[in-house]
C-alpha cells in the first residue's frame, strides 16, 4: 500500500502556480519525500526530492513542514506541457518505493 | 547508456504463450527494479534487484512471473502462460544508491495479450 494520500486530480489555468499537497502521517525518520511526474505513454520521471524544509530545483519547490506529515509541490506559473500525473513517494533506499495513483493535474488554455 | 532501455517497446501474444521483456539500466546503477501500469492505474511493484543481493520478489503476482538480472546489469523479465489479465505496460528502472535520490525510468514495454 502506498504510504501517502494525494488528490486525485487537480485543474488549472495557464500561468498559475499550482500546489498539489500530499499526506504521509506515518512517514519514517529514514524516508525521504520524492516526487515523480509522469507524462501518457513515458515512465515516471523523477522531479525534485527532500527530507524537511524547503527544496528548490529548476523544475519545481518543495516545502515539507518540521513534523514531515505533509509536503507540497509546488508547480510555479504552470503551462500545458505540465499537464501529467504528479506521484508523491516517502521512503528510503532500503525498499523500493510503492506508487500511489498520484494526482492527475490538468491544465487549461 | 544514456537512459534505462527497454524493449520491446511493444509486444502483442497470444494468450498463453510466454514472454521476455528486456531491460538494460544505466551503466553503474546498482539497483533495478520491475512495476507494471495498467490502463489508468498507479505502478505495481513487482522486483527488486540490489547489487548481488538476493532479489525482492515480494510483489510478483504469481509464479507465472519471474525476472533475472545477469552480472549485474541487463535484467529479463519473463511471464509464462500470459493471460489477459497480464496486458499492461511493464515500467523498469534504475537507481545509482539504493534509491535515495530517485529512479529513472525507462519507457516501458506495453503488453497485449489477445
Known amino acids: 500500500l502506498a504510504k501517502t494520500t494525494q488528490p486525485i486530480s487537480m485543474d488549472s489555468y495557464e500561468g498559475q502556480e499550482v500546489n498539489i499537497t500530499c499526506s504521509h502521517n506515518n512517514i519514517a525518520t529514514n524516508d525521504y519525500i520524492t516526487w515523480y511526474q509522469q507524462f501518457p505513454s513515458q515512465g515516471p520521471r523523477f522531479i525534485i526530492q527532500g527530507y524537511k524544509t524547503k527544496v528548490t530545483n529548476e523544475v519545481a519547490s518543495l516545502f515539507i513542514p518540521a513534523d514531515r506529515k505533509s509536503s507540497t509541490l509546488s508547480l510555479p506559473r504552470v503551462s500545458l506541457s505540465d499537464t501529467a500525473v504528479y506521484y508523491c513517494?516517502?521512503?528510503?533506499?532500503?525498499?523500493?518505493?510503492?506508487f500511489g495513483k498520484g494526482t492527475r493535474l490538468s491544465v487549461i488554455a | 547508456g544514456a537512459g534505462v532501455s527497454q524493449s520491446p517497446s511493444n509486444k502483442v501474444t497470444e494468450k498463453g504463450k510466454d514472454v521476455e521483456l528486456r531491460c538494460d539500466p544505466i551503466s553503474g546503477h546498482t539497483a533495478l527494479y520491475w512495476y507494471r501500469q495498467s490502463l489508468g492505474q498507479g505502478l505495481e511493484f513487482l522486483i527488486y534487484f540490489q547489487g548481488n543481493s538476493a532479489p525482492d520478489k515480494s510483489g510478483l503476482p504469481s509464479d507465472r512471473f519471474s525476472a533475472e538480472r545477469t552480472g549485474g546489469s541487463v535484467s529479463t523479465l519473463t511471464i509464462q502462460r500470459t493471460q489477459q489479465e497480464d496486458s499492461a505496460v511493464y515500467l523498469c528502472?534504475?537507481?545509482?544508491?539504493?534509491?535515495?535520490?530517485?529512479?529513472?525510468f525507462g519507457s516501458g514495454t506495453r503488453l497485449t495479450v489477445v
Open positions: 528502472a534504475s537507481s545509482s544508491t539504493t534509491g535515495v535520490y530517485g529512479y529513472t
Open positions: 513517494l516517502s521512503g528510503s533506499g532500503n525498499t523500493p518505493l510503492v
